[in-house]
């Protein structure tokens, strides 16, 4: 038996559980709750297939791909309350830019990068978000995710054996987001070695955009700069306070967190 693209209420779930053989693929986790999806048996296998969508690229159709689409319902409950933990503290009155900033920073401070030789897929997936550890394809995958319960359109990016990234529309534009490289400016700022502007350097700042990530798959966007005003303004609101880019001692200190 194979459920797709659906809510998965009770229902769903007695009837899955009381059959062999059961699948659910979701395209993402928007809408579902955490609870009846942890009332599923252990039996059911839950693909989500988030950036790897073997419709778009060929290359998701590989075992190792698909493999990092499924989960239990343990995990994916999991992983679902950790979303819904974010999200309870955004503002919706907030623009797409301001809530994939708070994303950004959320995930680039609760998520170590994984300097290990290991390469497992929960470092590649929507687990980091439970191990609290990921390589960059688990650190994408995670925001496209976000993005996706947002309503925010945007794009995994993911060149094998190289790098993963993120392509987000907001407020109009394309911006790269790169939140592996944001976490690692992160691990120097806590050393002092650095300042707030390098970790934003990886929120669409940076003057070398096009030619840093030239060897992005297809298909191509125009990859927009933010100014830094107006990232100036986004900081303000989420901390409510000035932490403008000039004031580089500020505490990277989220509200709730």
């Known amino acids: 038996m194979i459920i797709k693209n659906k809510i998965i209420t009770m229902e ?24 009846i999806i942890a ?35 343990e995990q994916l409950s999991t992983i679902i309350k950790v979303f819904d933990k974010v999200e309870k503290n955004i503002n919706p009155q907030w623009s797409d830019t301001e809530k994939a900033l708070y994303v950004y920073l959320n995930f680039i401070k609760g998520i170590e990068y994984d300097y290990s030789k290991n390469n497992i897929k929960t470092n590649s997936n929507l687990c980091a978000l439970i191990t609290s550890k990921a390589k960059c394809a688990g650190f994408a995958t995670c925001f496209k995710e976000e993005m996706d319960r947002l309503g925010i359109e945007n794009e995994f990016k993911n060149i ?88 580089k001692n500020d505490e990277l200190t989220l509200l709730n967190s």
């Open 39 to 73: 009332k599923l048996s252990n039996n059911v296998r839950i693909f989500v297939i988030g950036g790897y969508d073997p419709t778009k690229y060929e290359k998701y159709k590989i075992e190792k791909y698909i493999d990092r689409t499924l989960y239990t319902p």
């Open 160 to 247: 094998p054996g190289i790098h993963s990234y993120n392509a987000v529309k907001l407020d109009g534009f394309w911006h790269i987001i790169d939140v592996t490289w944001g976490r690692c400016a992160f691990d120097e700022y806590q050393k002092g070695e650095c300042s707030i502007n390098k970790i934003l350097y990886h929120f669409g700042q940076n003057d070398k955009t096009e030619i840093l990530y030239s060897f992005c798959d297809e298909p191509q966007n125009d990859y927009y700069l933010f100014l830094k005003e107006d990232i100036d303004i986004a900081l303000k609101k989420i901390y409510k306070k000035d932490t403008s880019t000039k004031n």
């Open 12 to 35: 769903d779930v007695n009837t899955l559980n009381n059959s062999t053989n059961a699948t659910i693929v979701l395209p993402n986790t928007v809408g579902q709750n955490s609870d």
